[in-house]
């Protein structure tokens, strides 16, 4: 049974927010927990892990996301929301940094495949393909 996990893709300027899990950069989120909804689990995930609060929610991507996490060795499958946070994102606290990537070198990162796959859609879904 896949672990069910939701995330945000949050883009500003032409940059994209990622936080570093293990030795890959993923999108902000995490695992769902019991009775949680998936909008509870990633608002919940953004506060742990960069301490921002969501401030809009502009779609939910269509479909899941589904592969192996490099960092759990799990199935999973990913459910993606497009919104926006309060602030600038940025964390070096803990275990999780973050970073904003742009477009045109975000995928020279060390991705995990399911990121890579999701922004590859999203950017897919914005030129109109």
């Known amino acids: 049974m896949a672990v069910k996990v939701a995330c945000i893709l949050i883009e500003k300027e032409g940059r994209i ?6 030795d890959f950069w993923s999108l902000p989120g995490g695992k769902i927990e019991k009775g ?3 909008i509870a689990c990633m608002k919940r995930e953004v506060a742990e892990e960069i301490c921002e609060e969501v401030i809009s929610v502009t779609r939910r991507l269509p479909g899941l996301f589904r592969g192996i996490s490099p960092t ?4 999973i499958e990913v ?5 926006d946070i ?7 606290e803990g275990e999780h940094e973050s970073c904003w990537f742009a477009w045109d070198n975000v995928f020279s990162q060390n991705l995990s ?3 890579e796959n999701i922004l590859k859609f999203y950017l897919r879904i914005k030129k109109g393909e």
Request: charged share 25%.
């Open 72 to 75: 759990r060795r799990k199935n």
């Open 79 to 83: 459910a993606v929301f497009v919104g």
């Open 17 to 22: 927010l990622l936080v570093k899990d293990g």
């Open 113 to 115: 495949v399911i990121t």
């Open 36 to 38: 949680e909804s998936e």
């Open 86 to 92: 309060a602030g600038s994102g940025l964390s070096q």
